[in-house]
């Protein structure tokens, strides 16, 4: 299994506050990536990072930031929580840019009350 | 723009049955990868497989068998002699090369009955 953590587990917030994600890999990997999924969608992109300090915005990256000040370390924060914000988040990981072999993490499941 | 559908979203088979997951992509690109992932009730993604867009060769794994179409768009996915423990979502992605957009489909949610 690829080593990847994601922190925490199982959150509830409410409306308004800020959270913020961990993701933690010990791959080494270049490229890491942080998607929602939610019923009837699939999972779409938020941000993704090409290495550290780089990042891109993915199809649904309103009200949601980055941040990655080492490789193996990737943030999603969401600066103040909103109801349409409750879903579960995966983080993923790449070597190539090519996405041939993409891995994720476990998953977060984020409640907003 | 790439987009993949899984027209099915649930399905119930009865142990030992053979089940078929449908899986339609489109996208522009010649150069392209697809992938079936299992989502097991605990929730994490399990990579299954992946095929290119050069190689339309079937491929079987085990109970596990793939059918990737460029004629039709469909990389379809088969579970031969279904067992309890397949119960899962299985979920259908694309991506194209050189380009960190991967899409993916809503899954299609398989309860396989004993």
């Known amino acids: 299994d690829a080593g990847i953590t994601q922190s925490p587990r199982h959150k509830v917030t409410e409306t308004g506050t800020p959270v913020t994600l961990r993701c933690h890999q010990t791959?080494?990997?270049?490229?890491m990536y942080w998607y929602r999924q939610d019923p009837g969608h699939g999972l779409r992109l938020i941000h993704y990072?090409?290495?550290?300090?780089?990042?891109d915005k993915g199809e649904v990256s309103d009200g949601y930031s980055v941040s990655r000040s080492k490789t193996e370390d990737f943030l999603l924060t969401l600066e103040s929580a909103t109801s349409s914000q409750t879903s579960v988040y995966f983080c993923a990981i790449s070597r190539t840019r090519e996405l041939y072999e993409q891995y994720f993490g476990p998953g977060t499941r984020l409640t907003v009350t | 723009a790439q987009k993949v559908t899984q027209a099915q979203t649930e399905i119930s088979v009865v142990e030992k049955e053979d089940v078929t997951l449908d899986c339609v992509y489109e996208?522009?690109?010649?150069?392209?990868?697809l992938f079936w992932y299992k989502q097991p009730p605990s929730g994490e993604l399990v990579f299954l497989i992946r095929r290119n867009s050069f190689d339309e060769q079937n491929e079987i794994s085990g109970r596990y068998s793939w059918n990737f179409q460029k004629s039709t768009s469909s990389f379809n996915f088969t579970i031969t002699a279904s067992q309890v423990v397949d119960s899962a979502v299985y979920v259908c992605?694309?991506?194209?090369?050189?380009?960190?957009?991967?899409?993916f489909g809503a899954g299609t949610r398989l309860t396989v009955k004993p």
């Open positions: 990072s090409y290495g550290v300090k780089d990042t």
């Open positions: 996208t522009r690109d010649t150069t392209y990868y």
């Open positions: 791959e080494n990997h270049r490229y």
């Open positions: 992605a694309l991506s194209v090369y050189n380009n960190n957009d991967m899409r």
